[in-house]
């Protein structure tokens, strides 16, 4: 009961600033009771006045009502079907920028988290650079035993070694760390998770779930939107999010698939520096994919750049099936050398040989307009049930394509055309698929970046190679020949294990033989925990009748 009225309370303080930033504007009440209509009518009363485009001020609420709140909006942004597409699109712009907490309190936080004083980790710890609703990052230097470097030889009028080093050397030293008595410093990124992070998504959480708990048990709506899963989900994706250990595996697993790759790379890593909560890697010295005018300035091509995002993207997703699933310009860089760097490996997407597959072939099918293909491929999947038709399908997805392929290429779109199909799809009860839904998140937010690099980009060109090379490798002669082999090896593990599934099936089979004979015993453990539930059960029964009793009797006495 009191957990219950502290979660109203909460929950309260959310529909309070939800009704103020203008929210409930954007919600049509013809579809709801009439309670929940006057309901909305009295929030309403609430609404300050803005001039903030309608879709936008949910975006607002959430960034006022903080960390839990904003990435619940980052999460909603990849869940169209719970939200809806426009919705879903304008909260991809719901930016995780936070006020940083305390230094003092970042410097405890890695003291803690080492078990030692921060001047025997870090030589040097600057204040916060970045912070989002997780953790913050702070720049720090790493002393390191290193060479002092050598003079330049001694000039007509030089004073003699203590001469500072030539120019270059300078440069040279600055880029490997500053050389200190023959000890340099290594300069590195530190992020740092917010203090008490955890308790305050936790309780926020739980009064997310109390409301799609009750939301569930009372609306049909809410229990076809699924809303205890989406919390759940969120619950699951921000404790990973919480434990950098998580993160830094990612990033290195993201740096062994693309250590070959000419046009991207990713930060290295400081294992000995890294704990639950503190993330140590390099320290990028690169220009932000967000920042136009620099990138002009260093002399860039930008529609390069805009191809590299695109087809980087197409690779890790498809080639890989481990993607970065927060490529928004603010977590993209470009070095000197023009290579794409990406930070914050906190939200990763993951896509089994089957979703690959799929997404190549809907992508190809798309370019070519082999729209029967791209509809034999849902089925095969097993995407849509079988008992649609094919034909009918192929014929909703030709609706999408035509129309599109009439276009110039700046108006054609791969992220509208799978918003389309997601939409086409639940027509023909198409299940919800989490990691196709976060691929479509993605590909919204890495357009977006492309399309900003350039405006005239043709998407279907860019993405063909990419997607060609995958088909012809993995669907081609080469991809038969290796499926036969790997086909050939699962059997032969099917057959090494038989002998051992025989035996098992003998003992089940004597197992149930002894069941029918002398009926099925339950383990102590068990039985005692059915008693107890019967006896709480009887317990309610009972004091649910005596309660009828009572009421009956002051009825009759009421009436006698």
């Known amino acids: 009961m009191i957990a219950g009225v502290a979660h109203l309370a909460r929950l309260a ?8 930033e203008g929210v409930f504007g954007i919600v049509d009440p013809a579809p709801l009771p009439l309670p929940a209509r006057a309901a909305l009518r009295m929030a309403r009363l609430f609404e300050k006045s803005t001039t903030r485009a309608a879709p936008s001020r949910l975006a607002a609420a959430l960034t006022r009502l903080g960390p839990t709140y904003v990435k619940l909006g980052q999460f909603l942004a990849t869940r169209p079907d719970v939200v809806g597409v426009s919705l879903a699109r304008d909260l991809e712009t719901l930016q995780d920028k936070m006020a940083p907490f305390p230094q003092a309190e970042a410097e405890r936080a890695v003291a803690a988290a080492f078990g030692k004083p921060l001047r025997e980790v870090f030589a040097s710890f600057g204040p916060a650079v970045a912070a989002a609703s997780i953790a913050q990052v702070h720049r720090a ?39 200190r008595n023959g ?93 639950r909560d503190v993330l140590t890697l390099e320290w990028v010295e690169a220009v932000p994919l967000s920042d136009r005018a620099r990138l002009e300035v260093k002399g860039f091509d930008l529609k390069e750049l805009a191809r590299a995002v695109i087809q980087t993207f197409l690779r890790h997703a498809l080639r890989d099936g481990f993607f970065h699933a927060d490529m928004h310009p603010g977590n993209l860089f470009v070095d000197d050398g023009g290579k794409l760097i990406a930070v914050d490996f906190g939200i990763m997407g993951r896509l089994g040989p089957k979703e690959r597959r799929f997404l190549a072939e ?65 027509l023909f009860d198409m299940r919800t698929r989490p990691e196709l839904l976060l691929l479509q998140k993605t590909m919204v937010v890495v357009e977006g970046v492309a399309r900003s690099l350039d405006p005239k980009l043709d998407m279907w060109t860019v993405a063909e190679p990419v997607v060609r090379e995958w ?78 009793a009572g009421l009956l009797v002051v009825l009759i006495l009421m009436l006698a």
């Open 362 to 426: 809907i992508l190809y099918g798309f370019i070519t307009r082999n729209y029967h293909r791209t509809a034999e491929v849902h089925f095969e999947a097993g995407y849509v049930p079988r008992h649609h038709s094919v034909e009918s399908f192929a014929q909703a997805i030709r609706a999408i394509g035509e129309p599109i392929h009439n276009r110039t290429a700046e108006d054609i779109s791969m992220a509208k055309l799978l918003m389309l199909l997601f939409e086409v799809t639940g």
């Open 141 to 179: 230097e790493v002393a390191e035993a290193g060479v002092q470097p050598a003079a330049r030889p001694r000039e007509s009028g030089d004073p003699g070694p203590t001469t500072p080093v030539t120019k270059q050397v300078a440069l040279d030293s600055r880029l490997r760390g500053n050389e």
């Open 13 to 20: 303080r959310g529909g309070f600033v939800l009704a103020r």
């Open 183 to 275: 000890v340099s410093r290594r300069t590195v990124a530190v992020k740092v998770l917010r203090p008490g992070i955890e308790r305050r998504f936790k309780i926020d959480l739980d009064a997310l779930t109390f409301a799609a708990r009750n939301a569930e048990k009372f609306s049909a709506e809410a229990r076809r939107l699924r809303l205890i899963e989406v919390v759940e989900t969120l619950r699951r994706s921000v404790t990973i999010e919480m434990d950098l250990r998580l993160e830094a595996a990612a990033l290195s697993e993201m740096a062994e698939n693309t250590k070959d790759d000419p046009e991207f790379r990713v930060p290295a890593l400081d294992w000995e520096r890294i704990a």
């Open 471 to 548: 088909i012809e490798r993995h669907l081609g002669a080469a991809g038969m020949l290796e499926g036969a082999a790997d086909g050939a090896g699962e059997v032969g593990r099917f057959l090494g294990g038989v002998p051992a599934l025989l035996s098992r099936g003998a003992v089940l089979v004597e197992q149930l033989d002894a069941i029918t004979r002398d009926g099925l015993v339950l383990a102590p453990e068990t039985v005692a925990a059915i008693g107890r539930a019967e006896a709480r059960r009887n317990r309610w029964t009972a004091a649910a009748l005596w309660t009828i």
